[in-house]
């Protein structure tokens, strides 16, 4: 079944409980410590559409995913590169570009993410493109 197939579809956070991210539909059983994800969607299905947080410090190496991303933080600090952004920084990717490492700050972060597919987790083997944080983000 394809999003295509999806008329609407209704949750509300407060009915959602929190799960680490190694347990959350979509991401392929990857498990980095300190993050927790709340799912919106239907697994199999989607939407791919997240509440995530990030304890203190946790570090995301570099990596991609299987289709676009879009991140917003809510609350929080990120550092990617020798740049730090905070609530209200919005970032886009399309597929097939690497990113981070990112490390969220000593509050840790709350973001939103949206994905156009299962977000499936990838680590970066090398030989794929890059995002320069210092290029990327100015």
């Not at 697994?43 to 570090?59: A, D, I, N, S």
């Not at 995913?65 to 905070?86: A, C, M, P, Q, R």
């Amino acid at each position: 079944m394809s999003l295509a197939n999806i008329r609407v579809a209704f949750a509300e956070e407060a009915k959602l409980s929190w799960q680490l991210l190694k347990d959350t539909p979509g991401f392929g059983g990857t498990d980095i410590p300190g993050i927790q994800c709340k799912f919106f969607g239907k697994e199999g299905v989607g939407p791919w559409f997240y509440l995530v947080k990030h304890e203190p410090g946790v570090v995301v190496e570099r990596h991609s995913h299987e289709g676009d991303v879009f991140h917003y933080i809510l609350e929080g600090e990120w550092s990617i590169g020798n740049k730090k952004f905070g609530p209200g920084f919005m970032q886009y990717e399309q597929v097939g570009l690497n990113y981070g490492p990112l490390r969220s700050g000593d509050e840790g972060s709350l973001f939103l993410a949206i994905y156009d597919r299962a977000p499936n987790f990838l680590p970066a083997q090398g030989g794929e493109k890059d995002v320069a944080p210092e290029a990327a983000y100015e």
